[in-house]
């Protein structure tokens, strides 16, 4: 090949997406017609994304299929099974998004193959497993970016719970306090999932009339009285009380390993993750909940999740640093007096403009194409280095090498 193919990607909508986020940044008309939520990049079965290749439109999944090692690259066609390891996505959330959670990989193939044997049909509403595959994932804020994730030290639980449910809860409570350990919490969380419906509007009621004079000063107080406005009666409310509240600063990241409880509050941001669709929601949702199923893949250690601020990796570019083998992700900024130069490279890319505009040239600049906010492009392992000229930020999603 002699240049990377551009990408044509699919938008998925949803209640809790925005009219103008997506759109702006594809440059399309504003609002649009349907909330978008997620534009998908990627070769996930659900909405392959389309490459542009001699003229002619190709399903990703099916250029995969027959090419695999020269788009993939060989070692990651070998370790990955011939499929792309990675979901390259935006995620635009104008309402709170459930609590939810991702299996690992065993988890992932058990609660697959339970599914299946239900005679459940991959598209139907009661399902939570799509695909056999664990998710772990990076979300990187392109906006300020609100997010739950983790469980909160259990000495932070009992402060926040003593203040704003201390009679309702008093009896949850006091257990934590006896068992402040991952088994205590567990049957902590359990106990307040499945509170009778007493219990849980004199909860609900009790930690609004606390939240009240606090609305203004205090983030937790903000968002427990927000859920409550979004989903009247779903003790998901409370969640801000035991899981950690972080606010996403543009360029900020967060990674959610699988097992970690989280909930995506408000935002939009960039979102790379292993090539799955596989959600186990515990509420704040209208969609399928599954509590039980949700208990069995929950990891209940304190979870002390940190925020992740990209490091240098050569010119021009910052990469941000995590565990998985899947994926890793990198945010590449050009100007007029600087141009990005690819390094060595033995695996695919996929490339996404957030801002700005410029082109993408062969190393020996002998071949050009231009690109813009929204444009994204796939540059295939076989495909030799690569400039970036302009006046633009770009994220690439990628898979290391091992």
């Known amino acids: 090949m002699d240049m990377p193919w551009r990408m044509r990607n699919r938008i998925m909508n949803s209640s809790w997406?925005?009219?103008?986020?997506?759109?702006?940044?594809?440059?399309?008309p504003e609002?649009?017609?349907?909330?978008?939520?997620?534009?998908?990049?990627g070769a996930h079965p659900k909405a392959p994304s389309m490459v542009r290749v001699q003229g002619?439109?190709?399903s990703l999944v099916d250029l995969i299929v027959e090419n695999s090692e020269?788009?993939?690259?060989?070692?990651?066609?070998?370790?990955f099974g011939n499929r792309l390891p990675f979901l390259f996505k935006v995620l635009a959330a104008e309402k709170p998004l459930s609590i939810q959670a991702h299996p690992n990989s065993p988890k992932a193939k058990e609660g697959f193959e339970r599914e299946n044997n239900l005679g459940i049909p991959l598209d139907s509403?009661?399902?939570?497993?799509?695909?056999?595959?664990?998710?772990?994932?990076?979300?990187?804020?392109?906006?300020?970016?609100?997010?739950?994730?983790?469980?909160?030290?259990?000495?932070?639980?009992?402060?926040?719970?003593?203040?704003?449910?201390?009679?309702?809860?008093?009896?949850?409570?006091?257990?934590?306090?006896?068992?402040?350990?991952?088994?205590?919490?567990?049957?902590?969380?359990?106990?307040?999932?499945?509170?009778?419906?007493?219990?849980?509007?004199?909860?609900?009621d009790e930690a609004l009339a606390s939240?009240?004079?606090?609305?203004?000063?205090?983030?937790?107080?903000?968002?427990?009285?927000?859920?409550?406005?979004?989903?009247?009666?779903?003790?998901?409310?409370?969640?801000?009380?035991?899981?950690n509240l972080f606010r996403l600063n543009p360029?900020?990241?967060?990674?959610?390993?699988?097992?970690?409880?989280h909930a995506y509050l408000k935002g939009v941001g960039v979102e790379l993750m292993a090539n799955s669709d596989n959600v186990v929601r515990g509420g704040l949702t209208r969609k399928h909940v599954d509590l039980n199923g949700l208990m069995d893949i929950l990891k209940f250690d304190e979870h002390a999740a940190t925020i992740i601020r990209p490091i240098p990796a050569g010119s021009c570019e910052m990469r941000f640093d995590t565990p998985t083998e899947a994926f890793s992700l990198s945010q590449i900024t050009v100007s007029p007096e600087r141009e990005f130069l690819s390094q060595?490279?033995?695996?695919?890319?996929?490339?996404?403009?957030?801002?700005?505009?410029?082109?993408?040239?062969?190393?020996?600049?002998?071949?050009?194409?231009?690109?813009?906010?929204?444009?994204s492009f796939l540059i295939p392992a076989n495909f030799s280095g690569y400039r970036i000229k302009g006046d633009a930020t770009l994220y690439k999603a990628f898979v290391p090498e091992r």
Request: proline share 7%; aromatic share 8%.
């Open 17 to 28: 997406g925005s009219h103008t986020a997506i759109a702006r940044l594809l440059g399309a």
């Open 31 to 41: 609002p649009s017609l349907e909330p978008q939520a997620e534009l998908w990049m």
């Open 56 to 58: 002619v439109w190709v």
């Open 70 to 79: 020269s788009i993939l690259g060989t070692d990651a066609a070998r370790v």
């Open 125 to 204: 509403p009661r399902r939570s497993f799509q695909d056999d595959s664990p998710k772990p994932e990076l979300l990187c804020a392109l906006s300020p970016f609100w997010a739950l994730c983790g469980f909160r030290k259990i000495p932070d639980i009992l402060k926040l719970g003593n203040r704003l449910v201390s009679r309702s809860l008093k009896n949850e409570l006091r257990d934590l306090k006896r068992q402040p350990d991952p088994s205590g919490l567990k049957a902590f969380f359990k106990a307040i999932m499945a509170l009778e419906d007493s219990i849980r509007k004199n909860a609900i």
């Open 211 to 243: 939240a009240a004079p606090e609305i203004d000063s205090d983030p937790v107080a903000k968002w427990i009285t927000t859920l409550a406005r979004e989903f009247p009666f779903d003790i998901g409310m409370l969640s801000p009380i035991f899981l």
């Open 251 to 261: 360029g900020e990241g967060i990674f959610l390993s699988a097992g970690i409880l």
């Open 344 to 375: 060595d490279r033995k695996s695919i890319e996929i490339l996404l403009c957030v801002e700005g505009s410029g082109a993408i040239t062969t190393q020996t600049e002998t071949r050009r194409m231009s690109f813009q906010q929204g444009d």
